[in-house]
């Protein structure tokens, strides 16, 4: 399977509170999750990723969980700030033919209002 | 290492056209894929090159065609422009050694093609 299911579509929270995006996956196969952030008008940037031998993994403000029976990952950013409104796209690569496929999650516009 | 470029960052053409992008590859990577953004479909995978071959492709019409150079270099040509070609798109690359599924894409700025 291809899917990747990505929640919420929309997240408004105050600064100062936590965010959690959550992302669903089909493919068993799946061993790396990457996420980006997309600012207006920008590339998508890579902000943290997990490989499956790990449960989590944090950068600062950012950490990111995986569930690999459950086939879920999510980002959690704490002590949010306005700097962390953007759109949010998970991504799930998995093994395809000796390559890889890519499939994106649809994104979660954050917005982190002062 | 320098990072991903697209050129033009920019195009407006008309209905019936065809355009041509280009995106350079960060020094080392082989694989490039092309991806199209709207607001309502997200980012939708065209295709992916790899050494000069198309390894993967998404479901998109054959009006949709791309190639890759020997110098890992990538180009996206959409002939027959819709008005609904009308998208950002965006280019990652990757060193595209990784056969498990575990490489990190890294993106273009983009190129916003607008059909009038």
Redesign the interface.
Known sequence: GENVEQHPSTLSVQEGDSAVIKCTYSDS????F?W?KQELG?????II?I?SNVGEKKDQRIAVTLNKTAKHFSLHITETQPEDSAVY?C?N????G??????????TKLQVIP | KAGVTQTPRYLIKTRGQQVTLSCSPISGHRSV?W?QQTPGQ??Q?LF?Y?SETQ??KGNFPGRFSGRQFSNSRSEMNVSTLELGDSALY?CASSP?L?????????????TRLTVL
């Open positions: 196969a799946s061993n790396y990457p980006y920008k590339r998508p940037q890579l990723d490989r796209f991504a690569p998995r093994p395809s000796g390559y890889q496929k890519v499939t994106f999650g649809t994104g | 894929s991806y997200g980012l995978f992916e790899f390894r993967n965006l595209g990784a056969g498990g599924g575990t490489d990190t894409q890294y993106f273009g700025p983009g």
